[in-house]
T-cell receptor
Framework: DADVTQTPRNRITKTGKRIMLECSQT?????MYWYRQDPGLGLRLIYY???????NKGEISDGYSVSRQAQAKFSLSLESAIPNQTALYFC????????????FGSGTRLTVV | RKEVEQDPGPFNVPEGATVAFNCTYS??????FFWYRQDCRKEPKLLMS???SGNEDGRFTAQLNRASQYISLLIRDSKLSDSATYLC????????????FGTGTKLQVIP
């Protein structure tokens, strides 16, 4: 099994729908992150969490919310999806201290029509 | 100026060639530097860290130039399997270590 698992892998949804992306990890890492990737824009941080119940906004948090109910799980919600949220979404984890690189999930390709 | 800048490419090189990418960063307080590899529609994977003294891992060599604020990645004896996008990543220090990704340089190794 993958160290960081994202579900679903692909999703097509309609404008205005609520959608949740799930992430679970077996790395035992405290820190978890949600990024989105768009062509030409690179990876941009949406939210991050350093521990259970710890939630912090990233650079593009508007329109998104997250929940960290357990060390191993970090979910991302789009309350009312809009077409410009169409992107590739990645969950990532890292160790508690320092930055030694992320472990990424395999991504969720989300299309909002 | 972008915090982290990379030439998007593509760099089209024949098998066996040597190719080098640069990445410039704007924050002189940046502390940690990395190269990631990303295959099409896949997740980024850590390729190597970049140390002040430079470091080598097989055919790959990474170097840091703090004075000019850039890092480089050199790939020798290119293989078809090296075809991918290479992301430059820069991290600052402090309580929250802000991590900034470059938009990537695409490499295509041609038979």
């Amino acid at each position: 099994d993958a160290d960081v698992t994202q579900t679903p892998r692909n999703r097509i949804t309609k404008t205005g729908k609520r959608i949740m992306l799930e992430c679970s990890q077996t790395k035992g890492h405290d820190r978890m992150y949600w990024y989105r990737q768009d062509p030409g824009l690179g990876l941009r941080l949406i939210y991050y969490s350093f521990d259970v119940k710890d939630i912090n906004k990233g650079e593009i948090s508007d329109g998104y919310s997250v929940s960290r109910q357990a060390q191993a799980k970090f979910s991302l919600s789009l309350e009312s999806a809009i077409p410009n949220q169409t992107a590739l979404y990645f969950c990532a984890t890292s160790e508690r201290t320092g930055y030694y690189g992320y472990t990424f999930g395999s991504g969720t390709r989300l299309t909002v029509v | 100026r972008k915090e982290v800048e990379q030439d998007p490419g593509p760099f089209n090189v024949p098998e066996g060639a040597t190719v080098a990418f640069n990445c410039t960063y704007s924050n002189s307080a940046s502390q940690s530097f990395f190269w990631y590899r990303q295959d099409c529609r896949k997740e980024p994977k850590l390729l190597m860290s970049v140390y002040s003294s430079g470091n080598e891992d097989g055919r790959f060599t990474a170097q840091l130039n703090r004075a000019s604020q850039y890092i480089s990645l050199l790939i020798r004896d290119s293989k078809l399997s090296d075809s991918a996008t290479y992301l430059c990543v820069v991290s600052n220090s402090g309580g929250y270590q802000k991590v900034t990704f470059g938009t990537g340089t695409k490499l295509q190794v041609i038979p």
